[in-house]
């Protein structure tokens, strides 16, 4: 276990719809960063932030968008979803910014019929 | 912007051979490197990591990696292979200076066969 919470773990649903998925970092990791893993293009980076504030940002699409709260949960949302949008949603946290370790959820398979 | 290149897409070997899965980094400046491992049906976990010193790196299970500058290369090895192996490991890099997400590699699936 690695100490980041990911939910929902499965979802389907169809094109055109809006999802949101959720990660709550591990105890006293600030930075919580989003991937995106399918079979043709591997894990790719989408966004990461940093106690609330963005830090970098990566291959995200505008349909996507993600926010961190106070509590230092954060939420990415996805809309008018695409079949290509189908994918494992990887959030990882860290709390050694400067060395990137990460340590990962279980992700959101996420599929769009 | 780095990028990483695992070269083997999927690996099928026999209990008890060696393994060595190929990595190799693009960017010019002092990097971080890891090895992840992604068990069937599981998140992803560090194998080990290098930040400086010693190029040869030991993680868990008995893997190591180790770090040629000169090659850009960060090669993963383990002498002997075992069943529980299986799985699909990811090379990755980011830049030591400033705050630079972790670029993976696209992975290579072990299989390792009784």
């Known amino acids: 276990d690695s100490g980041v919470t990911q939910t929902p773990k499965h979802l389907i649903t169809a094109t055109g719809q809006r999802v949101t998925l959720r990660c709550s970092p591990r105890?006293?990791?600030?930075?919580v960063y989003w991937y995106q893993q399918s079979l043709d293009q591997g894990l790719q980076f989408l966004i990461q932030y940093y106690n609330g504030e963005e830090r970098a940002k990566g291959n995200i699409l505008e349909r996507f968008s993600a926010q961190q709260f106070p509590d230092l949960h954060s939420e990415l949302n996805l809309s008018s979803l695409e079949l290509g949008d189908s994918a494992l949603y990887f959030c990882?946290?860290?709390?050694?910014?400067?060395?990137?370790?990460?340590?990962f959820g279980e992700g959101s398979r996420l599929t769009v019929l | 912007a780095q990028s990483v290149s695992q070269h083997n897409h999927h690996v099928i070997l026999s209990e008890a051979a060696s393994l060595e899965l190929g990595c190799n980094y693009s960017y010019g400046g002092t990097v971080n490197l890891f090895w992840y491992v992604q068990y069937p049906g599981q998140h992803l976990q560090l194998l080990l990591k290098?930040?400086?010193?010693?190029?040869l790196v030991k993680g868990i299970k008995g893997f190591e990696a180790e770090f040629i500058k000169s090659k850009f290369s960060f090669n993963l090895r383990k002498p002997s292979v075992q069943w529980s192996d299986t799985a699909e490991y990811f090379c990755?890099?980011?830049?030591?200076?400033?705050?630079?997400?972790?670029?993976f590699g696209k992975g290579t699936r072990l299989s390792v066969i009784a």
């Open positions: 990755a890099v980011n830049a030591r200076s400033g705050n630079t997400p972790l670029v």
């Open positions: 290098y930040f400086s010193g010693d190029p």
């Open positions: 990882a946290s860290s709390s050694r910014v400067e060395t990137g370790e990460l340590f």
């Open positions: 105890s006293g990791d600030l930075s």
